[in-house]
């Protein structure tokens, strides 16, 4: 995710670079450049828009259609950016308040079980991060005990997984009578949350949006932009090719970036920043139980989010 001051209008100009999105765009944009030239240089020597004419209220109605239709676009990829932000905010408040929760409950000098605990809770998130992603990196989660990578390598869905092994040592712990039913009662609330997160976040992820629709759109704009040079040469002359570019400009923009932001988990630059989020609550989780943690992954949590290239 690009970080950025939204008041300063020149850091954003500078981070336009930054994303891939717009460096695709750009090239786009001259692809058309190219072919309003073709259009323009051809009409100087036949003069066909003299005899090819495209009603002037007609193509003012087809913007009108297809602003809707990209205003609802928009609002329909943002909605599933920010469903997925809310998601992992509510997953980083549960797994601090499990943390907090067995922190008030374990002995404060059983440091075999809070390190445990700490290792197993904190790599629920990045095990998801990986689910969602391209895979788990199990050399990036913490090992409770020893030849837990090696295990979860052989399981289908890790984050069911660790799920589970925090629910045995739960009842480990009531069975030692560390924890009381009525604990157990209010602990529960927040881990059965943890895969709450995970099956909302799949959701997301295998729904897309539907192919008809989205093509429907992308059709629509390709015959707005084919159309427009014939509609603008009689006003405009030579200045048709730079007003096409910037009207393809705005409307390919507003659908790319739908495009982009409708899979929030993945990695370009304008995704959230799962691996950053998983370490910082990795980190939150270890302090509230008391488990050291090196000064290398204290920076890796301090960091700001940062531009995926």
């Not at 850091?11 to 692809?31: G, N, Q, Y």
Request: with cysteine.
């Amino acid at each position: 995710m690009i970080i950025y001051k939204s008041a300063d209008w020149w850091e954003a100009f500078i981070h336009l670079k930054s994303s891939a999105i717009i460096r695709k765009l750009f090239v786009r944009v001259l692809w058309i450049g190219a072919y309003a030239t073709l259009v323009t240089a051809s009409d100087m020597y036949f003069h066909y828009h003299d005899h090819i004419t495209v009603d002037k209220e007609f193509f003012s109605f087809l913007g009108i259609m297809l602003s809707l239709l990209l205003v609802f676009r928009t609002n329909t990829a943002y909605d599933r950016f920010y469903e997925g932000r809310r998601l992992w905010g509510h997953l980083t408040n549960n797994c601090r308040n499990l943390a907090v929760l067995l922190h008030a409950r374990l002995p404060v000098h059983d440091q075999q079980r809070r390190t445990y605990l700490a290792r197993l809770l904190s790599s629920f998130p990045l095990a998801l991060d990986g689910h969602l992603r391209t895979g788990v990196q199990f050399d990036r989660l913490d090992e409770p005990t020893a030849g837990f990578r090696e295990q979860l390598r052989h399981v289908g869905h890790v984050p069911s997984r660790i799920s589970a092994l925090l629910q045995e040592f739960h009842e480990q712990l009531l069975r030692e009578e560390l924890i009381l039913p009525t604990h157990l009662l209010t602990i529960q609330r927040h881990h059965e949350a943890l895969l709450d997160v995970a099956g909302a976040c799949e959701r997301i992820k295998q729904t897309p949006i539907p192919f008809s629709y989205s093509f429907f759109i992308k059709g629509f704009i390709s015959v707005f932009v084919f159309i427009m040079p014939f509609n603008l040469l009689d006003t405009y002359q030579l200045l048709t090719i730079p007003v096409t570019m910037f009207g393809a400009y705005a409307l390919l923009g507003v659908e790319m970036i739908g495009d982009e932001i409708e899979e929030p988990f993945g990695k370009d630059s304008n995704d959230l920043p799962l691996t950053q989020m998983s370490t910082r609550m990795r980190i939150n989780i270890h302090e509230i139980l008391g488990v050291p943690v090196t000064e290398e992954e204290k920076s890796l949590a301090a960091e700001q989010y940062s531009v995926v290239y």
